[in-house]
């Protein structure tokens, strides 16, 4: 069975910063490309950060600069480090696990909700 487990979201003041995390389990972790999107209240969700099998990252504009994503391979988890964090960052963060070579695999977790306020 797989599960992908978000960890580390809550309550942040602007300016603050946050760890999430993703732990998975039920899959080979390093065949995947690992990712994190987020959906704010009446809008589509959308990529904030992946870092391929490599390790290669790619961020969305809004928080280039600001976000970190990373992988550790031996413990099957995936972190995004926020800093700076802006009210407009509030938003329920998803991992994504994605296997693009056969047989393809999409895997979502359960998300995590970030708030942003003072």
């Known amino acids: 069975q797989v599960q992908l487990v978000e960890s580390g979201g809550g309550l942040v003041q602007p300016g603050g910063s946050l760890r999430l995390s993703c732990a998975a389990s039920?899959?080979?972790?390093?065949?995947?490309?690992m990712g994190w999107y987020r959906q704010a209240a009446g809008k589509q969700r959308e990529l904030v950060a992946s870092?391929?099998?490599?390790?290669?990252?790619n961020y969305a504009d809004s928080v280039k600069g600001r976000f970190s994503i990373s992988r550790d391979n031996a413990n099957s988890t995936v972190y995004l480090q926020m800093n700076s964090l802006k009210p407009e960052d509030t938003a329920v963060y998803y991992c994504?696990?994605?296997?693009?070579?056969?047989?393809?695999?999409?895997?979502w977790g359960q998300g995590t909700q970030v708030t942003v306020s003072s």
């Open positions: 994504n696990a994605k296997r693009a070579v056969p047989p393809i695999r999409d895997y």
């Open positions: 039920g899959i080979a972790f390093s065949f995947y490309a």
């Open positions: 870092i391929t099998r490599g390790g290669s990252t």
